[in-house]
Structures are given as structure tokens and as C-alpha cells.
């Protein structure tokens, strides 16, 4: 079966965050799955098929990191969107049936592709004991992100600080059920972002994520309403860094960028 390595959030080769995308004819036995996304070793290996017309839904996706699968993937989404418009199995809108609900994926004469996805609830908390220490920075607020994300969103003092951090992973897993989103306002909004992140989920083995769509469902309501605009752009500055644009819309987020497919090969196992 054909196997596609594709880029998203970026508009070129080896940068942005990659997936493994595998359309199928039906989901074999999860262990088989989990075989292949250790074997990819990306954040998240996308397995897709066709369901039958006249449903709410017109492909069923599930992602798996190299460890477990989980309830909601932006990247590998817009990666899988990308296959079935680039290769014309799917032209037009797309709906996913997913753990985390019907997602679409609509592309656009630009070649962008905007998901649209259920915005994260945001409750503030208390910065966890030990948290400052695993990061290396102070957090100025904490969030938890709901149990479909399962993270905790933290604001840093600036662009600086996020940009710097180098944290102690192992102690890092005890602050939330997935990982830590840290954030920061732009130092200079007129580059093209508004604000910046980093996210690092060592409990579901990715030490760092690339970009994150996923984690873009909550970064948009909390800078939303601190920058006063529903239409944002986030810059996740990871080494292989990528951009997301956002726009709120109560509880759905949208979420913009693109994808290249960097590799098209076969799947002999």
C-alpha cells in the first residue's frame, strides 16, 4: 500500500511538522497500526478509509503517535486532507469521522487547507509544584485544555523566554495528562505572528511536537481575548517551526496553513 510522508503548516520540504498518511480500505487490528506509526516514528502516522456516502461523514481517520493513539491530531489532519485533495481521491470539503468528532477539511485556491475544529475549554488553575523548575521559566498563568486536548497551556514572560526554553522532559510529565503548551505574545507583532509557542508531550513519547494544530484549539481563544481579535496567527517556534492561523468562532476554531508531501513510497509489511 502507498505510504506519503507529508510536511504541514509549512509551505516547504522538511520544516513545518510531518506525518505518516496511509488511505486504506478498512482499519486493520490496532496493533498493526501502532506496528506502522512506531515504524514512521513521527508524532502522529494518519490511517484513513472511505465510508459510505449519504453519512455525516466521508472518511474515517484515527492517529497514532509511536506509543498510543489519540483523541485529536491538527497536523496529521491537514496531512491526510492534503493526500486526498493532491492525489484526487477526495476533491473539494472533507468531513472526518474521528474520536474527537466530525472534522472538516476545506481547501483553498491558494493551496491552504483550513480545518475546523472544536475549541479547547480553558479553565486557570494553579501552576503545578515543580512546574517553573521543569521548564526552566517562570509561568506567569495556567490553563488546563479539557480532557480531548489534555494539556496545560502556560504564559511565559516573552518571545525570548519561550524561544529559550531547554526543559527537563522527565520531570515535565507530571504537570499534566499529555504535555505542557508554553506561550508568549510576539516581541514584534508586525512579523507576521501574534504570538509564539512550544509544545513538549513526553507522556505520549514526542519530546517536542513541531507545530500543533491540537494545541492551536486553546492558544486562539486565550491570545483571542488577551489581544482583542479573533483572527490570529501563531508561530511555533520549534526547531522545525511552522505557522497557524486561527480564527475563533465560539466553540469551533478554525485552523489554516499548508502541506508538502515530501515522501511517496510503498508499504511492503
Known amino acids: 500500500m502507498r505510504i506519503r510522508i507529508v510536511d504541514a503548516f509549512t509551505d516547504r520540504p522538511f520544516a513545518g ?19 506502522v506509526a512506531l515504524e514512521v516514528n513521527h508524532a502522529e502516522t494518519a490511517f484513513a478509509h472511505r465510508l459510505p456516502e449519504g453519512g455525516d461523514a466521508d472518511w474515517a481517520l484515527r492517529w497514532f503517535t509511536p506509543e498510543t493513539e489519540v ?3 491538527g497536523h496529521a489532519t491537514l496531512a491526510t486532507a492534503h493526500v486526498l485533495h493532491t492525489t484526487g481521491a477526495h476533491e473539494g470539503p472533507v468531513r472526518f469521522a ?3 468528532g466530525v472534522l472538516s477539511a476545506t481547501p483553498a485556491e491558494d493551496g491552504s487547507i483550513t480545518l475546523d475544529f472544536p475549541t479547547a475549554p480553558l479553565t486557570s488553575v494553579e501552576i503545578p509544584d515543580g512546574l517553573a523548575e521543569a521548564l526552566g521559566a517562570e509561568p506567569l ?20 523566554t519561550v524561544v529559550g526554553l531547554a ?17 508568549a505574545r510576539a516581541q514584534d507583532p508586525s512579523g ?6 512550544r509544545c513538549f508531550f513526553p507522556n505520549i513519547g514526542i519530546d517536542e ?61
Open 98 to 100: 474521528t474520536r474527537g
Open 167 to 183: 526543559p527537563d522532559l522527565r520531570a515535565l510529565g507530571a504537570a499534566s495528562e499529555r504535555g505542557i503548551i508554553a506561550t
Open 209 to 269: 511536537d513541531p507545530v500543533t494544530g491540537s494545541a492551536h484549539t486553546a492558544l486562539a481563544p486565550y491570545w483571542s481575548e488577551r489581544l482583542g481579535g479573533t483572527v490570529l496567527t501563531g508561530l511555533q517556534a520549534s526547531p522545525r517551526s511552522g505557522l497557524v492561523r486561527t480564527e475563533l468562532r465560539g466553540e469551533r476554531t478554525l485552523l489554516a496553513g499548508r502541506a508538502v508531501t515530501v515522501v511517496d513510497g510503498e508499504l511492503l509489511a
Open 71 to 73: 483523541a485529536l491530531c
Open 192 to 197: 507576521g505572528y501574534d504570538f509564539v509557542s
Open 141 to 160: 498563568t495556567a490553563f488546563d485544555t479539557g480532557p480531548d486536548i489534555g494539556d496545560l497551556v502556560v504564559e511565559l514572560a516573552d518571545e525570548k
Open 17 to 35: 511538522n510531518p506525518a505518516g498518511v496511509l488511505l486504506l480500505d478498512a482499519f486493520p487490528a490496532d496493533a498493526w497500526l501502532q506496528r
